[in-house]
């Protein structure tokens, strides 16, 4: 079973920054892609941003340019830093982590995480 384990999220202003990190545990062989998706009340889940295990990076056209994701393949880790926030960044962000474990596929969800954007 993987463990995803997300921190980072919290109040900020608008036009501020905040950074987003989870962490992925377990008998991974693989994980292929990371990845963060985002709820506001209300509104269906969505894609943040995914990056694959070589960089290749995927964002939301609403984040893009403000928002970069990383990932450290070495610590199972995956990091959205979220600069010039907006009110409309106001949601729960989950973490995702799609690979292999123990030789069967996983597709593993975080716990959520809450971010607040006041103005």
């Known amino acids: 079973q993987v463990q995803l384990v997300e921190s980072g999220g919290g109040l900020a202003q608008a036009g501020g920054s905040l950074r987003l990190s989870c962490a992925a545990s377990?008998?991974?062989?693989?994980?292929?892609?990371m990845g963060w998706y985002r709820q506001a009340p209300g509104k269906l889940r969505e894609l943040v941003a995914t990056?694959?295990?070589?960089?290749?990076?995927n964002y939301a056209d609403s984040v893009k340019g403000r928002f970069t994701i990383s990932r450290d393949n070495a610590k199972n880790t995956v990091y959205l830093q979220m600069n010039s926030l907006k009110l409309e960044d106001t949601a729960v962000y989950y973490c995702?982590?799609?690979?292999?474990?123990?030789?069967?596929?996983?597709?593993?969800w975080g716990q959520g995480t809450q971010v607040t954007v006041s103005s």
């Open positions: 995702n982590a799609r690979g292999l474990t123990s030789g069967r596929l996983f597709d593993s």
């Open positions: 377990g008998s991974i062989s693989s994980i292929n892609p």
């Open positions: 990056i694959t295990s070589d960089g290749g990076r």
